[in-house]
């Protein structure tokens, strides 16, 4: 159950309770794949910067070191000494892009390890196995993430198993909660919505899984290739066939454009890579657009990288010091960099939730979309 | 001048005072070579490690960014955030390890930098003027660091050569000093005896530099590669002819039980980058010996590194944990790492420093100096 608080437009302010703590929405979720956030944060640096959820990845915890012994240690919040609300994928959009395919059948995936290459089988019932071990507070059903382009034909019998998928899911975490030594038994199952950039298959799947009455629903297979204006148009046509008393989660998105022009379309929860990643490459996201620290203007200029930021970095850190450390490849700027990128985007949900509530969303809107996507 | 507020045979407790706060001795200084040290951490991580001095390296950042750069920017306190204590090498070591050598003249040194080629002179007065950009608080002298074995005579020469840069030097950085825009006018000039493993050309050298009445002394050109035993006899060969009243500073040694041995034998100051580089190895120092992270035992062990131990690491973070970021290629091992083995000893220095100020200084190191190079 979303709580809504208040609402603008299509806007939504709500408030999403867990086992490890209430979640205050829209929100971005921290991406830390291999349960460390890259850049070399830990759990006391996201402490530090605001984040609320930290998403870790189902298929890379499996392959290494093993849900098993994730387990041992107690599950995942304890191992990565990380006390809110974490929330796992399914493993389905790894399985399906970055591991070396093998076969697709009814029962699920062969495929194999981009590790050492071990043959490893992943249906419903393994990979809600594998997030019971991990005891997030949010598993992911399995899905099949579909390329775009593809076939409406192919699409369509895609979304047909990934809904029968996903009524196994729902069955396999149910009797996972109910063993008595369950990690984390109160752990939800939120359904995905696929049909590429078919609307009516889009409207047709969500229709489905919505009658399964799963405590959160998330559209995948998006971010994947199409244009910003074909995965707004996509919310678009199916927001208003998603319950509207549960979450939404827009997979793997975006810039800080793509997350204001969603949360205008009723989206509530999100996560991508990029804030981690851009940081890692000296792209700096600021108040004013993107600024690129290895731009030789910064050489030196001792202030912040946005001296209106509160982040760690910019509280005592400046341009030429990072530039510096960037250009002598010391693990050091990675950090710096990223850690105030983890923060902006925190610090942009905080600053949406804001608005939404004083119900000047959409000036906050008009003010920043633009703006945040400069190159400066 | 060291004040000596307590000794235990030879082993002294002592304070020393620089522009940027008190020193208490025996102290390990803590190696950033580039401005940053190795592993992730900030000036703000070694506020919360232990740490007393910075140590920078004056070529590297002679290279990179450039030291002028660096006085651009208000010096190398500013330009990291570091408010403590800094002592800078004299570029001296690099130059005659690091870079393609061309020419050893009177004047000093000609070569190539080690990252684009660029030819570059260094003399006394060369490395002074650099290290009185980059302000640190200490400035050791330029000096030839002779390989061991080298020829006696080649020693002999070498020495009195070092005697007449190091004039030079002091003769340098007091002009330097009395600029009106020094960055730290304050900044001392430390001198540094060489002569191998030759017991009379050390003490003549030592007696020659000494009667230039500099502000501390280091020894130097040891941990090259001689046996412990052959750096223990030098060190107690030299250390009578060095005044009592300045501080004596063993240059890049070493492991905790060398650390241990010196001071017993009347060293002050230490550094190295033993602990931040084994610990980017996996290899951790503890109370009782050296473990090794990437050790199968420790896969579902989720106990810190040692439970003795209060660094930010040990008091959070289980070695399963960090083992799995270690196998993973986190950065977030290396900076644990990093933190826990500095942590270590900054430690270890304070517990040497209250042993002489209880006067069980002897009892400590009958207890720990063979227990610390344990393998565990």
Redesign the interface.
Known sequence: MLHLIMQEGHARRGRYETPHGVIETPVFMNVGT???????????DLERIGTQVELSNTY?LHV??GDR?IR???GLH????WSGPILTDSGGFQVFSLAELRKIKEEGVSFHSHIDGAKIFMGPEESMRIQSNLGSDIAMAFDECVKIPSPYDYVKRSCERTTRWLARCKTALENFNSESDAVNPGQALWGINQGAVFHDLRIAHMQEIASLELPGYAIGGLAVGETHQEMYDTIEAVEQYMPKDKPRYLMGVGTPTNIIESVKRGVDFFDCVMPSRNGRHGHLFTWDGVMNINNRKY??D?DPIDPRCDC?TCR???K??I???V??Q???A???MVIHNLYFYNKLMSEIRSAIEEQRFEEFRSRYSETLARRI
């Open positions: 291999q349960a460390a956030i890259k850049g070399g944060l830990g759990a006391d890379h290494r070191p012994l041992d240690m107690g304890r191992f990565m000494t050489d030196r001792p760690p005592r850190f400046g030429s010091y530039r510096h450390l250009k002598a010391e693990p050091l990675l950090r710096l």
